[in-house]
């Protein structure tokens, strides 16, 4: 197999099978670090967090299918999280949505074409008195207007332009 | 102001702010700067008390739960069985998921140590050894702060082996969330940690019973414990006359929506909501009147303008036909399409049904659509009436509360907004200006 956890990663791991008195509670903090190091849970990558868990495949799949954090598919290098839910959408969230669809010219669950954005309209962030809200990768945007959308997408595009390595934050480190 | 003065010799109130202490932009994530400020004292007196009579001061306090519910947490502690071997655990619930709520991320962020010391008080009087804290997981930032303020009470003997020298022993870790709302719910919570997909279990047996890992367990949200130690410091009657009779301390209230100044404000418990809204908040934005208010996140029934003069405190929002909830009050302005605002609500709790038991998974999203078509000018006459009877059908049909959560909304929008839905019906479309 040709997945592996990076030396850090893999003391994350270790240190999480010491937490608990049965390896299955491990499952979902382990899918959250391959998540991370792999970018998402592709088959391989499930198939991997089964072994080092010694679980099935088919109870690995189970779980990771259930938690939308988790993701099946790529996403972009920043992955822009849109909250549509009520206290954002009083703020006046679907004008940012429609902007972030329109300027970057994708609709919510796709890629643009070049793989540095994706967009996807989520639930409360609970960030609900600093709304609206995006989050992109591991960062929250609070109080955000379409002004702000237009200067981070730009800061994005620089930091994508001048550093390589950056992937898409998917979930909290355990 | 406080009924419970004592005239002969005026008590010296303790003063606050209890629970929000950082200031604006401040935060107290340094162990020594949370010391300097008397911090872990609550955590000594507990240490030095025999455990059931922590759960007893704190059962005097009536500390209602702050997830919702408002279920007084040291009954709840008094729960666990006497007799059995197994180990206990707790487990704390910072999943925040309810829309509108956005009060335990200040302690994930800004200030761990209290949420820190109220776990280690509760499993101390619940006699547990391990704690585990289940973090949300878009809080990337919040869970490496928690994390950060556990390591250095290791650190310093706060946690692990004999905590503090008293002999006492505690490990506390942190479980990330995946992303799915229903796993705040308590038994859902726990089949997550468990690595499972977080459906909800059947009651009984209950989680102080039968939790964790088979395991007798209590289930506490942030506030709730951070509210701990609170009554260790101040004595239970002093936490008591913070709040309301039967519903003590101080709480965080959140505000959102149409208002001036949105955000978190510490008040007593039963602090009047006109209050909360027009004198905390600063009043709604242009000054525009109020249509609606949901007093306690999206689940709680809304309130019109006319019924806004309510203690927040558990009983009083009951007594109005509403909730306190998780004290997450949104407020939207005259102008505002009510039919709009519930599409968000029914799509989300559509959305976030495990899908579990047939009444919450088919019903939630059969709510949705009937409210999206009233909104999109495909509404029927008698839709109104078939909206109340779906959710009639859902409420207390189900396994977890979820399916209430989905209800009410839909129910309290419809009746006290009926002429607004009933106009859609009958133009075809949605009559106000937005979008
Ligand atoms: C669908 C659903 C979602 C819930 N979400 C949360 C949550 O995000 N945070 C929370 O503390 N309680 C939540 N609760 C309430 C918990 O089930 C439980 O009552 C609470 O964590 C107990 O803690 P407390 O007594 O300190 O309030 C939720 C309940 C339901 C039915
Ligand atoms: S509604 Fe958007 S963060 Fe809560």
Known sequence: MALRFSPDNEARFQALLARYPDRRAALIPTLVLANREFGYLSREAMEYVASRLELPESYVLNTATFYTLLRKHPVGRFHIQVCMNVSCYLRGADHLADHLKRVLGIGFGEVTPDGLFSLEGVQCLASCGTAPVIQVNDDYHEDMTVEKVDCLLESLRRQASQADGARPGTGGVP | MSENADRSAPPTPPTGPFLLRCRPGEAILRLDDHLTRGGFEPVRKALAMDPDAV???VKRASLRGRGGAGFPAGVKWGFLPKDNPKPRYLVVNADEGEP??????????????????GVIIASYAIRANVSYIYIRGEFVKQIRVVEDAIRQLYDRGF???????TGYSLDVYVHPGAGAYVCG?????LESI???????????????????????????NVETMACVPLVLRHGADAFLKMGVPGDGGPKIYC????????GLYEAPMGTNLKRIIFEFAGGTLDDRPILGVIPGGSSTPVLTADELDVAMDFNSMRAKGSMLGSAATVVF???????????????????????????????TGWLERVVESIEHGNGRPGDCDLLLSAAGQIQGNTICALGDAAAMPVQSFVTKFRADFERHIAEGRCPHAHG
């Not at chain 2, 997909?197 to 506490?220: D, E, K």
């Not at chain 2, 519930?342 to 579990?356: D, P, V």
């Open chain 2, 185 to 189: 719910e308590e038994s859902a919570l």
């Open chain 2, 55 to 57: 759960t007893d001061e």
């Open chain 2, 255 to 262: 505000v959102s929506g149409h208002v001036k100044r949105p």
């Open chain 2, 194 to 220: 468990e690595g499972k997909p977080g459906r909800p279990r059947n009651r009984p047996p209950f989680p102080a019973q039968v939790g964790l890992f088979g395991c007798p367990t209590i289930i506490n």
């Open chain 2, 100 to 117: 509108g709520t956005f009060k335990d991320r200040y302690f994930l962020e800004r200030d761990p140590f209290p949420l820190l010391e």
């Open chain 2, 159 to 165: 946690l692990g082996r004999n905590v503090l020298g």
């Open chain 2, 333 to 363: 302005t005259e102008g505002t399409c009510p039919v709009a605002v519930l599409l968000r609500i029914s799509r989300f709790y559509a959305h976030e049904s495990c899908g579990q038991c047939t009444p919450c998974r088919e019903g």
